[in-house]
């Protein structure tokens, strides 16, 4: 049996059609999974869900599914300036549209996001999460296979492993314009993984901010992702860590909206340009 497997696309939709075609072309699956975190951060959600959905892809609950569903649902937490991504997917989608299965088990495979009971499982710092697992319980010689990380792990725990794919529209250190997805061959007696990269143009991205109405929703979070997911460099983490230090020193419940201005105007862009620059350009 062969699976192609995805994972956080994070409404990136030329990764996605490209990671799709070349799958398609090269590899001949008998299925495609999607790890969780199909949508937030990128412009285009409801076009991602569509194209999975035409392509009969499976898809897993992710940690950003599960906030978006609870802005939908009117939870407490969400009132950040940080969080304007979410309420645009939120504006846009149904509970319907992003409520998944978390996991898919086939033997000792488990497919899922992250874990099947921690969706926000620290799989890219080993220091963290060698020590969980072990106390975990999973029968013998579970394999575990999630995304949530963005780059590639592997990590093993006597006969427990857990390998992380990697991301499809927003990987960490990556290489720019390219869209990562593994194949995962199960035969007798045991399992293959295979990564791959699919190119694609990340200049299509900009373009797609604006005509989404991303860009205008809530400007800055759409420069952090548009700027994140064209260079395939992580400057969310920083970004966000500087706003919650800002609004900590200034008493802030949430990060506000001036307080996210402020961090925008003070934030070492890689191009040098701000918010408001970038998307006027």
């Not at 799989?123 to 020590?131: F, H």
């Not at 200049?203 to 929703?217: D, H, I, K, N, Q």
């Amino acid at each position: 049996m062969r699976i192609a497997l995805l994972a956080d696309i994070h409404g990136n939709l030329p990764a996605l059609a490209a990671a799709l075609a070349d799958i398609r072309r090269k590899h001949a699956p008998d299925s495609i999974v999607s790890l969780g975190d199909q949508v937030n951060l990128g412009p285009s959600p409801r076009e991602v869900l569509a194209m999975l959905r035409e392509n009969g892809v499976t898809c897993l609950h992710g940690n950003h599914e599960r906030y978006i569903l609870s802005v939908l649902r009117g939870e407490p937490g969400y009132d950040g300036a940080n969080f304007d991504s979410l309420r645009f997917n939120a504006s846009i989608l149904t509970q319907e549209e992003i409520t998944f299965p978390r996991d898919m088990r086939m033997g000792s495979l488990i497919l899922t996001h992250a874990l099947p009971e921690d969706d926000r499982f620290p799989v890219y710092k080993p220091e963290e999460a060698i020590p969980r697992l072990v106390g975990m319980g999973f029968p013998e010689g579970t394999h575990i296979l999630c995304g949530h990380g963005h780059n590639p792990t592997h990590l093993r725990v006597g006969s427990i492993t857990l390998d992380s794919i990697g991301s499809v529209g927003c990987m960490d250190d990556g290489v720019p314009g390219t869209a990562s997805y593994t194949i995962l061959d199960i035969e007798e007696g045991g399992v293959a993984l295979r990564p791959f990269l699919a190119q694609y143009d990340p200049r299509a991205l900009r373009p797609l901010f604006r005509e989404s109405g991303m860009a205008a929703f809530c400007p800055v979070m759409a420069h952090i992702a548009c700027v994140q997911m064209e260079r395939q460099q992580d400057i969310l983490v920083s970004f966000v860590t500087q706003a919650r230090r800002r609004a900590a020193e200034k008493g802030e419940q949430d990060v506000s909206h001036a307080t996210w201005l402020e961090t925008d105007a003070g934030f070492p862009w890689p191009d040098g340009i701000g918010t408001a620059d970038f998307w006027n350009a």
